[in-house]
């Protein structure tokens, strides 16, 4: 039980990652450098939360080097948007549910108020 809590916290965490960064991650890999290894290991897969990310990191050691290195930067970007708004997000979006883009959509509605490391990474992704 205690694994499977643990799984939906991860689970989660990378859905609030990839709707925080303010790309649509599923559409770069399903159009870009991963979508032979998305139609070879992750067909039949239906695209939204995270779905396809969950598939492609279930497969990562079986998928071609650019995928991997396009899942890597993926995850560089959202280590550095947590780095950069995890205090704004916590001043202004306390109590906004994660998913769906609610907490980028929240610290952009407070884009003037936000801290000078946040507010330049909006500037540049």
Known sequence: MKKI???AVAVMAALFIISVVGFTQEEGE????CKADVQ???????PGQGRIWACLKSREAELSQQCVDHMNKQREKAKGFR????DDSKKFCKGIPHGKGRIISCLK????????????FFKKN
């Open 109 to 120: 509605s407070h884009k003037a108020e936000l801290s000078p490391g946040c507010q330049s």
């Open 40 to 46: 070879k290991f992750c067909k039949g897969i239906r």
């Open 83 to 86: 780095s950069a708004c995890k």
């Open 5 to 7: 809590i643990l799984s």
């Open 30 to 33: 399903r159009k870009g450098v």
